[in-house]
């Protein structure tokens, strides 16, 4: 399968990267089979061959999570939604209510033992 993703290049800790299509099984800095763009994290520069990208898409090239999001914020592609996405919101959703019920319940804790310290003195 022919995969876009970024391949990292630059000095340690002042990593860039070039979106490149390659095999699926090869390395991430192998020899890719063409280079479509650069992106740089530290300034947020993107440069994209777009008429190139659009033949690759077409052609099948299936984007990693880190390519879909830069070809989305570019314009060539749709942004969607993804199945982790709705997931991980489930899960935040959950979290807030557990945590808004435990402190509901401290909350109740603390507010009948004052009252039953009142009512002693």
Do not use: H, W
């Not at 290049?9 to 860039?16: D, N, P, T, V």
């Not at 300034?43 to 898409?57: N, Q």
């Not at 489930?90 to 319940?105: D, F, G, I, N, P």
């Amino acid at each position: 399968m022919i995969k876009l993703r970024l391949k990292r290049f630059g000095k340690k800790r002042e990593a860039s990267f070039r979106l490149v299509v390659c095999n699926s099984t090869s390395r991430r800095d192998g020899r890719p089979l063409q280079e479509l763009g650069f992106y740089n994290p530290r300034t947020k520069e993107t440069r994209l061959d777009t008429e190139a990208l659009r033949m690759r898409l077409s052609q099948g090239a299936q984007p990693t999570d880190a390519v879909r999001s830069l070809l989305e914020k570019g314009g060539l592609l749709e942004k969607k939604v993804r199945q982790a996405e709705i997931v991980g919101k489930a899960k935040q959703e959950q979290a807030r209510k557990l945590a808004a019920k435990k402190a509901t319940q401290e909350k109740n804790k603390a507010d009948e033992s004052s009252s039953a310290e009142q009512t002693e003195a």
